[in-house]
């Protein structure tokens, strides 16, 4: 029988294992030169604490991946996973200021140890890479870095996981599941798509009305502002067109697929409605991840630079172009950070029928 | 002979022992019910990254005591030192930041394992008292915890070592001595204490004939203005004399020595002179970290009384009022937070004789 | 007919009134001394800045008033207050950042022009008394700043103000009614206080069980650990006992209703259900409002400190003192604050029956 | 004569001017429709606390334009320098941080009174073009906004005053004069550029030595490192080769000049001498603030994209593109960002003579 119990008595040091935890930390400079660089200690430091944080990430990331990984997500686990996706950028928020704590450390102070440190590099972290094809970064989007395949650097084992990850879904891939199966998008006869193009028809419509008639424009600057109210309805055409959208897709310039898209913009446009007030934080939160991620790898790539200069990184490759390339490519959720080009204003939406109403209210009704 | 060698391979992982740092969150829940509560994963390495920046900060304030304790203090040190100091900020600064981390957890969530963790408690964390010792927390001035001798929950060893500490010079005391090592204050016939006694008296004066001569106030108030001036005099006595700051030691109401208070006032007046400019930069950074140090109580109060309410914490006492208390009491620096007291405008300053000015000057003298 | 069209020209400059936010910058110090201090500007600039926010928050403020302020709160519009909220709690982590702004100043700095600004003091803004009214800081709770009325430094117009929005509800007010008037806690044969107060017996029999049974703690610390489960359910007391929650509202000790504060925790407890998620992140941020306010009093303080030492501030009192113990005591929803006293482990809390849960759930079924 | 005086009574209200900067928040959706957009007051607000951000950075950088605009640029004046820098910055940090408070404005809210502010647009801020050329933007280095020159949207006065400001002296060209007459790299018959030159050429073959002695690698591998190592003299040319330095400028690969470049150097190399310790944080200091400006201009873009998407902003142009490429490239002091390229670690640096060491500390000599 367990004699582990739940009043067993229990330490804060042997709790928390800081045995393992404090004693992680031997300089490279005490083992070769017999004399610690005093900077090194914090340069271990800063990176196990970073990869804690990753640990706590996709701890968060994995629990959200289950919630969603089934037929019909629990409409009671949506707080929950707003909640957890709110720690994630919390978090993400957390490490971009530790980057401070990195920068007190100057270049002098770095190159004590830095070519001690050969080859080893942060494109060796296994969390984050996991973190990345969690999220739903594909290997064919990666921006390449020396021209290596990103998992060589790993063993057999850690490629081995990094493969089944990227096989199976990603968060990227559920929430697009997710926002496919969302009902009210053509629910008792209400088709929103058809009024949708109607609405931004009116809308164009009345703007240029609007221009023609006023009295304090001059021609030219009229005909210029109406052209431009015209050229709007273009970006429109991926709501109303599939095939518009799927073009898109096939030119790189979207990634959800239509149905998911329409959803989204469905949630975005009626938000307020109780029954889409939580899926629309959601899709706020994946957009954080998203920039929180981005922001990480630039404020990065400028503390690479402060360092290291435009020398090659210790991983032999120059880490700040690479750094500063993933921040501006490496977005997994951009469809969604660019939603607000498909929103027209609240007074041209088009109203929902009240059967539809009632469908994305709560069951109890008030009396009166 | 040694096969250890910088050119030796290196991988991210071995460096960092992540095999050790990432095998540490074996939560109570899973021993106990078979099952992981999802948050004491976040709490564990919430904690974790705590004990890993202590140790960091730990690491600077050791070296800075080191080079404070010497007969001399190496003037090349005090960027150094400036610098560290700085690096220390940054990271309390960021654990502040922190609590916003353990916030995403919900008081329902806690309920899940806290019962788990009795009676550990962050009051058996030995890093953070060796912080408290180090700076010069001093015994006598702690604000007990269930009555209890701090270092009781620690072993032999721990305590010996706090023990040692303890009676050792701390930061604090260090740098009392080192102020009062200060050779400006009365130097080539320049006495400051006079000096100063007679700008502040001619200060006093010339205010008080400003109020009178004006026509702009009633009687009633201009009397009320040349009392509140005169009552300034009575904050600059401990300068001139040091049996009044003696008198202020006694009845705990200033800590440091008179000669040092003398030097530190001297410091913040003269700060421009290029000798004094680092020292300058010096006294702020360590009331900086007092604040630092407060702040995190004081955060750390407002989020135990959101996690537990009004109940006693894991340690068996009502951490919300313990850590509340220890913020407004545990201050180390208190005389140079509140040096601004004995400060006087700059027009009313003494102006420094020549041979002084250029010995807070450098050895070279551009040629004009 | 106007002229004013959606369609006149409109400049950045023109519509942002720059030329009166830009040329609103005049130094006492200049007016007085021909000359300004350079740090006055700095000292102007941040206060207008305050204000601006303050202005912000307000607006917020008066908006959620006008949402709750109905017999009946639209639930299309929680999703708004909670953003709303979220905005003001935004602006709040800014206002204090910002305080870091003023610390670059020194105090030497701020002697320049100190004595020019007699009697000015922030205890003259109108605006954050107006919020602190707003929220519903109650005249016979706030601290006492030299014995004065704090309405004494207004002109008549907005003593005037400030004593209608005292009569009127505050937001607090208005929160207690909305929460009085919840519907789920006696519904469908299902009373939430019944059940509440056997799961909690259940829980302390169960606990006390689990701790006699062990066979892995001494005689002593059962007992020991036995008695303070056992006083737990003290705690409880004001939940199935409304004459001993009156008893703490006349001692002071708690400040919401009866009925608010069972419906608090209904929602805290089962914030799961659909129509409790909202009502659960309106809560939350409540408390967070409560807490943004006193750090930003707390900071204040220290910076006072810093800046004035224990001299008294241009508004004739201890600027650090008083702002001291508002941070400590000026809480408005400290029943919020500390509701996790009243929570109780998932486990143990009553499952709700399938009617309520309907009830609290969306009028939508998915089709399985 | 005057009645102003320092002892008339002054308000906070009256001190602020906050009749003016509290009334210019009038919102074009009122005016236009009638009813204020409920969020244009917090876009008003957002952008008003901006521009007086803008008015603070302006007045400390022509106070440091002045104090550097010297033929000789008084040591006393360098801690003021790096203290209104460091003001600069964490004004800077502030403004990134602020823009979360816009971010809690959705963009359905934003599409609520956006058409109205039709051509109005950021790019018409004067303040903030002012700033870019103070710091030393040149015309020509500016990344173009619909092929328009950014100062077209000025009327003549401003443009006037942004023409002479691009004529004169920049902070950037003053402070590299200021660097160029650093007098310590070629003095009693040391120079700087013939020692740094033999202390690259002593640690490259130090390094290459130790690699092929090492008996861990293989020989391809110690080909490769050796090669690497090799290749590292090719950054350094720069420094003892004044022509290879000014290809880098026509190349538009530098930008300061040679002999700036060298100070630069030597300054951070030797920082820890006395008479170096400010100079090494004021160049610190100029680096944040380029980093500081760049992300600001980041953050800016991010938000951008998800308040209009991939539509053209109210200047008629695509706003998250400009800002974009402008974090990319109006950088002015890179230079400074890269310099640690041309560090070496400290056990290769040249020693100082005794005379140089000598001129670069203290007039004062404690006696020992």
Redesign the interface.
């Known amino acids: 029988m367990s004699?582990?119990?739940?009043?067993?008595?229990?330490?804060?040091?042997s709790?928390?294992?800081?045995d393992?935890?404090?004693?992680?930390?031997?300089t490279?400079s005490q083992?070769?030169f017999g004399k610690s660089a005093?900077e090194e200690?914090?340069f271990?430091?800063v990176?196990?604490?970073y990869?804690?944080?990753f640990?706590?990430i996709n701890?968060e990331l994995y629990?959200i991946h289950d919630m969603f990984n089934q037929h019909?997500v629990d409409?009671?686990?949506?707080?929950?996973i707003v909640?957890r996706l709110?720690?994630v950028t919390?978090?993400m928020?957390?490490i971009v200021?530790?980057i401070?704590?990195m920068e007190?450390?100057?270049?002098?102070d770095?190159?004590?140890f830095r070519?001690?440190?050969?080859?080893?590099?942060?494109?060796?972290?296994?969390?984050f890479r996991e973190l990345e094809v969690l999220l739903g970064l594909k290997k064919d989007k990666r921006h390449t870095y020396n021209n290596m395949p990103y998992q060589d650097v790993f063993n057999d084992e850690r490629k081995q996981k990094l493969k089944a990850l990227e096989e199976g879904p990603s968060l990227r891939d559920l929430l697009e599941d997710w926002l496919e199966r969302t009902?009210?998008i053509d629910l008792d006869g209400f088709n929103f798509v058809e009024a949708y193009k109607a609405a931004v028809a009116k809308m164009v419509e009345s703007?240029q009305n609007?221009?023609k008639n006023?009295d304090?424009?001059t021609d030219k600057y009229k005909e210029m502002?109406i052209k431009?109210v015209g050229d709007?309805s273009t970006?429109f055409a991926s709501i109303w067109d599939p095939n518009h959208h799927a073009k898109l897709i096939e030119e790189g310039k979207a990634s959800i697929s239509y149905e998911a898209m329409v959803a989204a913009l469905f949630i975005?446009?009626y938000?307020?409605?109780?029954?889409l007030?939580?899926p629309?934080q959601l899709l706020r939160k994946v957009?954080e991840i998203d920039?929180g991620l981005?922001?990480w790898r630039?404020?990065h790539a400028?503390m690479v630079?402060?360092?290291?200069?435009?020398?090659?990184g210790t991983g032999?490759s120059s880490g700040h172009e690479y750094l500063?390339k993933t921040a501006?490519k490496h977005h997994i959720f951009s469809d969604l950070?660019?939603?607000?080009?498909?929103?027209?204003?609240?007074n041209y939406m088009p109203k929902l029928p009240p059967t539809v109403k009632?469908?994305?209210?709560?069951?109890?009704k008030?009396k009166?």
Request: proline share 4%; hydrophobic share 40%.
């Open positions: 004699k582990v119990s739940k009043y067993s008595s229990i330490h804060y040091n709790y928390l294992q800081l393992k935890i404090l004693s992680a930390q031997d490279k083992i070769v005093h200690t914090l271990i430091i990176h196990q604490v990869e804690l944080w640990k706590q701890h629990s019909m409409e009671r686990n949506l707080g929950v909640g709110d720690r919390t978090i928020d957390l200021e530790q401070k704590v007190t450390m100057t270049p002098l770095f190159l004590e070519s001690l440190l050969f080859p080893a590099s942060g494109f060796q972290s296994f969390q009902p009210f703007e609007a221009i006023t304090v424009l502002r431009m709007m970006y975005n446009l938000r307020d409605e109780p029954i007030q939580l629309f957009v920039e981005a922001m630039y404020r400028q630079m402060k360092m290291l200069g435009n020398k090659i032999g500063n501006q950070h660019s939603i607000s080009t498909l929103l027209i204003p609240r009632e469908n994305l209210g709560f069951h109890y008030p009166l």
